[in-house]
C-alpha cells in the first residue's frame, strides 16, 4: 500500500497534466483570446499610463506642487493616451507569445486581434483624448526647471539662482565654463520662459544677458532615459502626435492609419512561425514592431516632407506613412500565405 | 548539481561576453574620438571604453546568454536516459540560483566598483588630450616667433603627455639644437686686473687708484707717493697719497664697516618683514645669503621665513610640469553659502599629488550679495591646498619664484577687494574628496561608488549639486543588483518556456540569428531600467530617499517574487 502511495505521489504523478476539461484547444483558444487580449492590454495601460504620469509629475509638476489624487485624476487621460499606441503593441506582442505557445489557426489569430485591437485603439484614442481635453494640467515653470542655490545647466552655460519663483530668478549667478577670463557674472534678477525647445533666461541687470537651450532638467535629469531607449520613446511620441494630428484632423484619416499599423503588426505574426524556436521568434517579432515604429519616425519625419515638395496631394502626404505600413503588412501577410507552412505550429507542438 | 543546463548557461554566458567585449573593444578602436583625444590614447581609450560599454551592457549580455541557453536547453544534451523520470523544471533550474547571485555580486563589483574609476581616467585622458594640444599649439606659436627655448620646452611638457611619439621627439632635438646654436654663451664682466707692472707715473698712478678701490690704502699710498717723485707735475699722484692717508690715519670709517652696517640694517630690517611679509623677508633673506653664503644668522633665517613663507604661499617650481599628470577638470561648487551673501568657485584643474599636496590650476572665485552686488571677485593661475590645524582648507593663491621676486604669480581682483592678509587665501568648504566629485562634466554621481555617494550626499547637495538626483542615483545604484537579477530569472524563464524544438544542434540559419537576441534583450532590459529609474526617482521626488529605498526594496522583491515563480512554475 506504501508503495502505492509513494507510485501514486511520485513525481511523474505530480507534475503529470491534468486532462483537459474541454478536450480541444482549437475550439477554447479563440474563444478566450479576444478576453484575454483585453485583459493584458488593460494591465499594460495601467502599468504604461502609471509610469508615464509618474515621469511627467517630476519632470515638470514636481517643483510647483505635491503629488496627490486631484492631480492623477486630472493627469491620468492625457498619460494613457499617450502611451494607447504602445499599449496596443506590447499587447499584441504578449498575445502573440501566447499563441506561440498555444498555437490554432493563423487566419483566425490574426483576425481576433486585428479587430480586438482596433476596437480597443480606435475608441481608447478618441475617448481618452475627449477626457484629456477636459482636464489640462497646468503648463510649466520655471520652478520647475531651477533649484535654490543649485547649478542647473542650460545649453553650454550653468545658472545658479539665490532664489526661484514662478518664472522669476533672484540674484542669478551665470558661470559660462568655455570661457577664458572671468567666468562668472552675476544678475539680480532673470526671467525664465518655457517652450518646446528648451528654457529661455533673460538675466536683467547693467548689461542684459540672454541664455537658452535645453535644460539641465533639474528634476528630468532623474528621469533620462539612456540614449536607445530615448530614441524608442521619441520614436512613440512621433507615432502618437501624427496620430493625435489625423484624429483632430480627420477619422476617416485616423480609422485608416490604425488600421494601417495593427494589420501590419498583426500580419507580422507569421515571424512567430519563421523557426522552430519559439524564442527566436518572438524575439523577432519584438525586434519587427520596434522596427516600425522607426520606419514611421523616419517616414513621417524624413521621408514626407520629401513627398510633400514633390506632390500637391495633401492627403497623399498626409496619409503616406500609414500607406506604406499596410503595403508592408500585405507583404508579410502574403509570405505568411505563401511560404509558411499553414501546420507549422502543430508540427513545433508535436516536435 | 543539473550539470546541462548550468554548464549551458556558463558556455553561453561566457562566450555573449567574450563577443561583447572584443565588439564594444572594436567599437571603441574604431569610433576613436580623434577631436577629443590624442592618438596615442586610442589603444588605452578602447580598453577603458570597450571596457565601459561592457559593463553598462551586461544586463541585456546576461539575459540574452541565459534565455538562449535555457532555450537551447531542450534539446539532446538535455535529453534523459530512456525510462527515466522527468524532472520538474524547478530542481533542474535550482543550482543555476546560486549562479545568478554570483553574477549578481560580480555585476555590482564591475558596475560600482570598478567602472566608475574606468570613467574617471577616460576624462583624465580628454584632459590630458586637450592639454597636449595647447602645448603643441605653443610650440608652433613659438616657432613662429623664432623662440627655440620656448619651443623646446612646450614639446618637453608635450611629450611628458605622449612619451612615444617619435615625431615630437625629434621636433624637440631639432628645437633644443636651434636653442643651443643662437644662445650666446653668458659673459661674465671680467674682473679687473691689476695693471702692469710698468714704471711710468701713469701706470703707478693706476696701480694706486686699484689699490685704493681696493682699501689697500698703503699699497695705493706707495704707488701714489712714487708716481708723484716720477712726475711731479701730475696732481692726481699727489691727491690720491693724501687720500691714502687719511684712511690710514682712520680719519673715516672703512668700506668694511660700512658693509657690516649695512648687512646689520638689511637683516633687521629682513628679519621685522618675517612676521608680516614672509615672502618679501624670504626674498630679502635671499639677496643677503647669495652676497653671504655662510653667514649663520642670514641662513638660520632663511630656512624661517621659507617655512613661515609656505603657510601663505607656495614655490611655482612645485606646480611645473604637473599640468600633464592625470586631475580632476573643471570643478565648480557654492563655497559658502550665508544670508548676505553667496561664495562661488571655480576650478580649472585640479591634481593631487600624494604627498606633495593638492595643486590647482586655473582657479575663479566671486562673492556676492542677493541683490546682485558683487563683493569681490578674483581670478588666480595657480593654488596649492593647504589643510589646516584646525581642520579647514585654505586654498593659497600666491605662487612664488625660488629664486625671482619678480616673477610671482598671485590673484587678480577683477573687482572689490579683501583685507591684506586674506588677498591671497581662500577658505573652501568641500574636501579634496568632495572636490573631484564635483567636476562639471566628470560624471558626479556616475564616477562614485555607492558607498562613497552615500557618505558624500549631505554635503555635497550643499555645494550646489542636485540633491533629488544624487539620491535617485543612490536608490538606483541600490537596487541595479536585484534588477539584475530579476531579469536573469526572467530570462530563464522565458528560455525555458520557448525552448527550441530541435532534436540536436540547430541549424545554421537559426544559429545566425543569435546575435538578434541580446539586441532584443537590449530594448526590454532597457526599457525595465527605466520605469525603474522612473519609479525610484518619482519616490525620491515625492516622498525622499528613506521611503525610496523601502518602495526600491518593495519592487525590487516583487520582481524578484514574480521571475522566481514563474521560474518556478515551468513545465517539465
Given at each position: ?220 535629469a532623474l528621469f533620462a532615459a539612456d540614449r536607445f531607449t530615448t530614441l524608442f520613446l521619441r520614436d512613440f511620441g512621433v507615432l502618437t502626435a501624427d496620430f493625435e494630428r489625423l484624429l483632430a484632423g480627420s477619422l476617416p484619416e485616423f480609422f485608416a492609419a490604425c488600421f494601417a499599423l495593427l494589420f501590419l503588426c498583426t500580419a507580422s505574426f507569421v515571424f512567430l512561425r519563421a523557426s522552430r524556436w519559439p524564442l527566436l521568434n518572438i524575439l523577432l517579432l519584438a525586434l519587427a514592431a520596434r522596427g516600425y515604429v522607426l520606419l514611421w519616425h523616419v517616414l513621417s519625419v524624413d521621408v514626407a516632407p520629401v513627398i510633400a515638395r514633390a506632390v500637391t496631394d495633401r492627403l497623399l502626404v498626409r496619409m503616406f506613412p500609414a500607406a506604406a505600413m499596410a503595403v508592408l503588412g500585405i507583404l508579410l501577410l502574403l509570405v505568411d500565405i505563401l511560404f509558411i507552412p499553414a501546420d507549422r505550429w502543430k508540427q513545433l507542438?508535436?516536435? | ?572
Amino acid at each position: 500500500m506504501v508503495k502505492g502511495l509513494c507510485a501514486a505521489f511520485s513525481h511523474r504523478r505530480l507534475f503529470k497534466p491534468w486532462p483537459p476539461v474541454v478536450p480541444s484547444v482549437q475550439v477554447k483558444e479563440p474563444l478566450k483570446l479576444p478576453f484575454l487580449f483585453l485583459f493584458i492590454l488593460l494591465c499594460v495601460l495601467v502599468v504604461l499610463s502609471a509610469l508615464n504620469l509618474l515621469s511627467t509629475w517630476g519632470m515638470y509638476e514636481s517643483g510647483a506642487h505635491r503629488f496627490g489624487l486631484g492631480y492623477a485624476l486630472s493627469r491620468l487621460p492625457r498619460s494613457a493616451f499617450e502611451v494607447m499606441i504602445p499599449s496596443v503593441v506590447l499587447s499584441l506582442l504578449l498575445a502573440g507569445m501566447r499563441m506561440a505557445r498555444r498555437p490554432f489557426s493563423r487566419l483566425l489569430g490574426l483576425l481576433i486581434c486585428l479587430v480586438v485591437s482596433y476596437a480597443a485603439l480606435v475608441n481608447g484614442m478618441i475617448w481618452l483624448r475627449a477626457l484629456a481635453q477636459k482636464s489640462r494640467p497646468a503648463p510649466a515653470a520655471a520652478v520647475q526647471y531651477f533649484r535654490p542655490a543649485g547649478f542647473t545647466p542650460v545649453g553650454a552655460v550653468l545658472l545658479n539662482p539665490r532664489t526661484v519663483k514662478d518664472d522669476s530668478l533672484g540674484g542669478a549667478l551665470l558661470v559660462d565654463p568655455a570661457r577664458a577670463g572671468a567666468r562668472f557674472s552675476v544678475f539680480p534678477d532673470a526671467k525664465a520662459s518655457i517652450s518646446d525647445r528648451g528654457v529661455s533666461v533673460t538675466l536683467m541687470g547693467a548689461r542684459p544677458v540672454r541664455i537658452s537651450g535645453k535644460p539641465g532638467l533639474a528634476r528630468g535629469a532623474l528621469f533620462a532615459a539612456d540614449r536607445f531607449t530615448t530614441l524608442f520613446l521619441r520614436d512613440f511620441g512621433v507615432l502618437t502626435a501624427d496620430f493625435e494630428r489625423l484624429l483632430a484632423g480627420s477619422l476617416p484619416e485616423f480609422f485608416a492609419a490604425c488600421f494601417a499599423l495593427l494589420f501590419l503588426c498583426t500580419a507580422s505574426f507569421v515571424f512567430l512561425r519563421a523557426s522552430r524556436w519559439p524564442l527566436l521568434n518572438i524575439l523577432l517579432l519584438a525586434l519587427a514592431a520596434r522596427g516600425y515604429v522607426l520606419l514611421w519616425h523616419v517616414l513621417s519625419v524624413d521621408v514626407a516632407p520629401v513627398i510633400a515638395r514633390a506632390v500637391t496631394d495633401r492627403l497623399l502626404v498626409r496619409m503616406f506613412p500609414a500607406a506604406a505600413m499596410a503595403v508592408l503588412g500585405i507583404l508579410l501577410l502574403l509570405v505568411d500565405i505563401l511560404f509558411i507552412p499553414a501546420d507549422r505550429w502543430k508540427q513545433l507542438e508535436e516536435s | 548539481m543539473n550539470r546541462p543546463l548550468l554548464g549551458r548557461i556558463s558556455s553561453f554566458l561566457f562566450a555573449f561576453a567574450a563577443i561583447g567585449f572584443g565588439l564594444f573593444f572594436a567599437y571603441s578602436a574604431v569610433r576613436f574620438p580623434v577631436d577629443r583625444l590624442l592618438p596615442a590614447f586610442q589603444w588605452e581609450y578602447a580598453l577603458k571604453n570597450g571596457f565601459l560599454l561592457f559593463v553598462e551592457s551586461l544586463i541585456p549580455l546576461c539575459a540574452a546568454a541565459v534565455a538562449v541557453a535555457a532555450s537551447l536547453a531542450g534539446s539532446s544534451a538535455m535529453a534523459r536516459a530512456a525510462g527515466a523520470p522527468p524532472q520538474p523544471f524547478s530542481r533542474i533550474a535550482g543550482s543555476t540560483i546560486v549562479t545568478f547571485v554570483l553574477l549578481a555580486v560580480a555585476y555590482t563589483v564591475l558596475f560600482e566598483g570598478v567602472a566608475p574609476n574606468v570613467r574617471h581616467r577616460i576624462a583624465d585622458m580628454e584632459y590630458r588630450s586637450r592639454l597636449g594640444r595647447e602645448f603643441l599649439r605653443q610650440a608652433d606659436k613659438a616657432r613662429s616667433n623664432g623662440d627655440w627655448a620656448a619651443r623646446r620646452d612646450a614639446l618637453g611638457l608635450y611629450l611628458a603627455i605622449d612619451t612615444t611619439n617619435r615625431i615630437v621627439t625629434e621636433q624637440k632635438l631639432e628645437a633644443e639644437a636651434e636653442a643651443a646654436a643662437r644662445t650666446k654663451p653668458a659673459s661674465k664682466p671680467a674682473p679687473p686686473r691689476e695693471p702692469p707692472d710698468d714704471v711710468d707715473a701713469s701706470s703707478l698712478v693706476k696701480k694706486a687708484q686699484y689699490y685704493y678701490d681696493r682699501e689697500d690704502w698703503f699699497s695705493a699710498h706707495s704707488y701714489a707717493n712714487r708716481a708723484a717723485v716720477i712726475a711731479p707735475n701730475r696732481t692726481d699722484a699727489p691727491r690720491l697719497a693724501a687720500q691714502a692717508w687719511e684712511k690710514i690715519t682712520g680719519a673715516a670709517p672703512s668700506r668694511k664697516d660700512r658693509q657690516a652696517a649695512e648687512l646689520y640694517r638689511k637683516k633687521v630690517a629682513a628679519y621685522a618683514m618675517l612676521e608680516k611679509d614672509p615672502v618679501a623677508a624670504y626674498y630679502s633673506f635671499l639677496d643677503l645669503a647669495a652676497s653671504l653664503p655662510k653667514d649663520p644668522d642670514i641662513q638660520e633665517y632663511l630656512a624661517e621665513s621659507k617655512k613661515l613663507m609656505t603657510s601663505t604661499a607656495f614655490f611655482h617650481e612645485e606646480i611645473e610640469g604637473m599640468a600633464a599628470l592625470p586631475g580632476t577638470d573643471r570643478i565648480l561648487f557654492v563655497n559658502r553659502s550665508e544670508k548676505d551673501f553667496t561664495e562661488a568657485v571655480f576650478i580649472g584643474k585640479m591634481i593631487e599629488a600624494g604627498r606633495q599636496g593638492t595643486y590647482l590650476m586655473d582657479l575663479e572665485a566671486i562673492r556676492y550679495r542677493p541683490t546682485g552686488e558683487v563683493l569681490w571677485h578674483l581670478t588666480a593661475p595657480y593654488g596649492k591646498i593647504e589643510e589646516m590645524a584646525d581642520g579647514r582648507r585654505e586654498i593659497l593663491m600666491l605662487s612664488v619664484d625660488r629664486d625671482d621676486r619678480n616673477v610671482p604669480a598671485g590673484p587678480v581682483y577683477l573687482s572689490g577687494s579683501r583685507p591684506a592678509e586674506e588677498r591671497n587665501l581662500l577658505l573652501i568648504a568641500p574636501t579634496t574628496e568632495e572636490l573631484a566629485v564635483l567636476a562639471i562634466d566628470g560624471g558626479g554621481a556616475a564616477a562614485m561608488g555607492l558607498p562613497r555617494l552615500w557618505r558624500l550626499r549631505e554635503r555635497l547637495a550643499s555645494f550646489g549639486m542636485q540633491r533629488e538626483a544624487l539620491e535617485t542615483d543612490i536608490v538606483m545604484m541600490a537596487f541595479m543588483p536585484f534588477a539584475f537579477l530579476a531579469l536573469c530569472f526572467f530570462s530563464l524563464a522565458l528560455g525555458w518556456a520557448f525552448r527550441a524544438r530541435y532534436l540536436g544542434r540547430p541549424p545554421l540559419l537559426a544559429i545566425l540569428f543569435i546575435p538578434l537576441v541580446p539586441v532584443a534583450a537590449a530594448l526590454a532590459s532597457l526599457l525595465s531600467v527605466h520605469a525603474h529609474r522612473i519609479v525610484l526617482g518619482f519616490a525620491v521626488l515625492a516622498f525622499g530617499l528613506t521611503a525610496a529605498l523601502i518602495i526600491g526594496a518593495a519592487l525590487s522583491l516583487v520582481l524578484l517574487a514574480i521571475a522566481l515563480a514563474l521560474t518556478a512554475g515551468q513545465a517539465t
